[in-house]
């Protein structure tokens, strides 16, 4: 008697894979929306990446147009046998997680100013931090020892 291993249907399977690389790149973009700022703290050449997406991220929360990367993930997801899902990314992942009642327009308007207001917020702490006329910047070497050097 001949044992046939029974056969998964992995026809989805890179579909969904496709969609949660989709899923986890839209997430991340969100959050570098959010908290972006801090890096310019670090590095001020991520100003020149971030002021553009705070401003896309602004525009779709205050304006409602869809991100292309929802429809994206919701084709992938179909073509994986999923049913994909209503409304757009913010309202499906994230406004259940912060908001349990409806994503009313002021809360869309609140959450837009809100991206606007703390990104602002950070960049002129930022650019105040900058100007100061004296400040120790820690560098880390390249054998990771800590050398600190005042700049004046």
């Known amino acids: ?27 991340s973009f969100v959050g570098f929306v959010l ?6 703290w670090r590095r001020r050449s991520v100003a020149r990446l ?12 205050l304006v409602g147009f869809t991100c292309p990367l929802t429809p994206a993930e919701k084709w992938l997801r179909q073509q994986a046998g999923s049913a994909g899902y209503e409304g757009g990314f913010v ?4 406004v259940p997680v912060l908001y349990p009642g409806e994503f009313t327009t002021s809360v869309k308007v609140a959450a837009g100013v809100l991206i606007v207001v703390v990104n602002a917020s950070v960049y002129a702490a930022a ?3 900058a100007r100061r006329p004296e400040r120790s910047r820690v560098r880390l070497s390249s054998r990771s020892s800590v050398r600190v050097r005042r700049v004046v």
């Open 1 to 27: 008697m001949d044992v046939v291993p029974a056969r998964r249907d992995d026809r989805g399977v890179g579909w969904r894979v496709a969609a949660d690389v989709v899923l986890v790149v839209h997430l």
């Open 35 to 40: 908290l972006g700022g801090l890096l310019v």
């Open 50 to 61: 971030h002021l553009p997406a705070v401003a896309y991220g602004a525009l779709v929360t």
């Open 91 to 94: 309202e499906h992942y994230v």
């Open 127 to 129: 650019a105040q931090w």
